[in-house]
């Protein structure tokens, strides 16, 4: 589904959030931003998430994007393939929607982001166990926002 210059294409960025809404003048909400999603008890059903990327170069494109096990072995859920186009030099945003996503167990999870059929990115998405009555671990991120 390839058309223009696939070399061309390169990711900006992959952001989890809660929700995203568009605003005026084409600018993006991103509401809820995460890196890891702590949680008391396995399995889990997180009802909302978006997985957000940004690219630029040029060319019409397929994106689909998959959250794997950490063990890469079985697909937790996947997204409707998303068609989109990057006119030559500009940037186009992808948002992909998961409702109701069971993780079955705490772990790093692989997110995949797959271009044309072919892997372009993966990020890891943590669950953490947490229990009811304590703190968790502090995770080796900063706690700094930049």
Not at 11 to 24: M, N
Not at 111 to 130: M, P
């Amino acid at each position: 589904m390839t058309t223009g210059d696939e070399g061309k294409l390169r990711l900006s960025y992959t952001i989890f959030c809660d929700d995203v809404r568009l605003e005026v003048g084409n600018k993006l909400s991103l509401m809820g931003v995460f890196h890891q999603i702590m949680v008391q008890h396995f399995p889990v059903t997180v009802m909302k998430f978006a997985v957000v990327t940004q690219w630029r170069g040029a060319g019409r494109h397929l994106s689909e994007v998959r959250i794997l096990t950490a063990d890469g072995q079985r697909a937790v859920v996947l997204a409707e393939p998303s068609p989109f186009e990057v006119v030559h030099g500009g940037v186009a945003n992808n948002i992909s929607f998961f409702f109701n996503v069971e993780f079955p167990a705490p772990g790093t999870y692989r997110v995949q982001t797959l271009i044309d059929s072919s892997l372009a990115d993966e990020q890891e998405l943590t669950l953490v166990h947490v229990q009811a009555n304590g703190t968790p671990a502090p995770d080796a991120s900063s706690e700094a926002v930049n």
